[in-house]
T-cell receptor
Framework: DGGITQSPKYLFRKEGQNVTLSCEQN?????MYWYRQDPGQGLRLIYY???????QKGDIAEGYSVSREKKESFPLTVTSAQKNPTAFYLC??????????????FGDGTRLSIL | DAKTTQPTSMDCAEGRAANLPCNHS???????VYWYRQIHSQGPQYIIH???NNETNEMASLIITEDRKSSTLILPHATLRDTAVYYC????????????????FGQGTILTVHP
């Protein structure tokens, strides 16, 4: 089935450690996004990518990095510079900008906690 | 993007229609209305979206008022599995702007479907 796969489902990070969250989609979507959700709050955009080899900062990019080397993959690295990384991380994708109004589809998320 | 207002919570009996309202009085002519829902510990699920005409799909119906200042999501026969937080989002697509693609989730409506 087509969809978005995020792994792992749960992740633990030690202080000073970088960790990478995986996001893979087989929907042939051009655009991909990373959001962060804190308890009881809405989603905040970290990074987005409109096309392979291109990505842009969202509202809260500090302490995060991404790459988009393949159309189907958009991994997110949470660096040691991110001082409050404990959150629920969500990856999404959409067809792109050519067709107005296209919705974003989400994976099931990765829950990151600090040891 | 226009701000939306939704009730904090609603109840619905299983098998009955659930009607979830959303106010978006500052909506612009080129902004779409999207509905997503999020079941606990899962990623948001896209439900439906529309610009100015009423829309229906296999999950729900979207009724948008003629002045587009409010809308209603209708789940025609609610089941226990429809218990979730429902988000109404208004969004415009910018062609290459810095707000490209961002979905702004508010607090949403907690819908509880009871037997």
């Amino acid at each position: 089935d087509g969809g978005i796969t995020q792994s792992p489902k749960y992740l633990f990070r030690k202080e000073g450690q970088n960790v990478t969250l995986s996001c893979e989609q087989n929907l042939n979507h051009d655009a991909m996004y990373w959001y962060r959700q804190d308890p009881g709050q809405g989603l905040r955009l970290i990074y987005y990518s409109q096309i392979v080899n291109d990505f842009q900062k969202g509202d809260i990019a500090e302490g995060y990095s991404v790459s988009r080397e393949k159309k189907e993959s958009f991994p997110l690295t949470v660096t040691s510079a991110q001082k409050n990384p404990t959150a629920f991380y969500l990856c999404a994708s959409s067809i792109g900008t050519q067709r107005a109004g296209q919705p974003q589809h989400f994976g099931d998320g990765t829950r990151l906690s600090i040891l | 993007d226009a701000k939306t207002t939704q009730p904090t919570s609603m109840d619905c009996a299983e098998g009955r229609a659930a009607n979830l309202p959303c106010n978006h009085s500052t909506i612009s002519g080129n902004e779409y209305v999207y509905w997503y829902r999020q079941i606990h510990s899962q990623g948001p699920q896209y439900i439906i979206h529309g610009l100015k005409n009423n829309e229906t799909n296999e999950m729900a119906s979207l009724i948008i008022t003629e002045d587009r200042k409010s809308s209603t999501l209708i789940l025609p026969h609610a089941t226990l599995r429809d218990t979730a937080v429902y988000y109404c989002i208004v969004r415009v697509l910018y062609a290459g702007g810095t707000s490209y693609g961002k979905l702004t989730f508010g607090q949403g409506t907690i819908l509880t479907v009871h037997p």
